[in-house]
């Protein structure tokens, strides 16, 4: 199903604050603000989407375990507020401590002002892939260090940088790795089949 794309005038456009209170007074709803200030309403994921995301989320608490207070991981109900003004979701996020711990407590209890350095986009029947692909490309353009796409329908995998697509998986028999953004981390494909 493709996501309903809500216009509004510009003169007529949510603020950061109206944004966050519509998005909890229709928390039935994925919703997003792109650059453009349209809200984008998405499904939400299958259940067997939602039990590979808590695999995952599984793998990157247990890595983050074993780092010394290196930063904070959010899942996918967290909003990040972007420097080009969108309001996205990651299926999971990751920022770095000092980077987070910089913002206000009020900043941290809503869209936080911050492009996460690490996001994970995993496909559901209801996404569309090169969705997620611009999407992961905003992600970078607005300072996002690592990003993976999981395409578990294809059984695919992208790893994302700033420079663009760095590696591609075909099938789920590699492993995707944190790079030098995340040293030590590491998902085999393996474990999502």
Known sequence: MEPIVL???????????ELFDFCAANDWFKIERNKQGQLIIMSPSGSLTS?????INRELLNWLDKQND????????AGFKLPDGSVFSADAAFVMKQRWESLTKSQ?????PVCPDFVIEV????????QLKEKMNSWMANGCRL??????????????????VVKTFENFEGQLDGLDV????????????
């Open 182 to 193: 995340l040293p030590e981390l590491n998902l085999n494909l393996k474990l999502l089949v």
């Open 108 to 112: 941290q209890e809503k869209f936080a």
């Open 51 to 55: 039990n590979l995301l808590m695999r």
């Open 147 to 164: 990003g993976w796409l999981i395409d578990p329908i294809a059984k695919k995998a992208w790893i994302y940088t700033q420079a663009g």
């Open 7 to 17: 216009k509004f005038p510009s003169n007529q456009q949510f603020t950061d604050d």
């Open 123 to 130: 496909r559901s029947p209801s996404d569309s892939i090169q």
């Open 70 to 77: 290196l930063g904070y991981l959010f899942e996918s109900s």
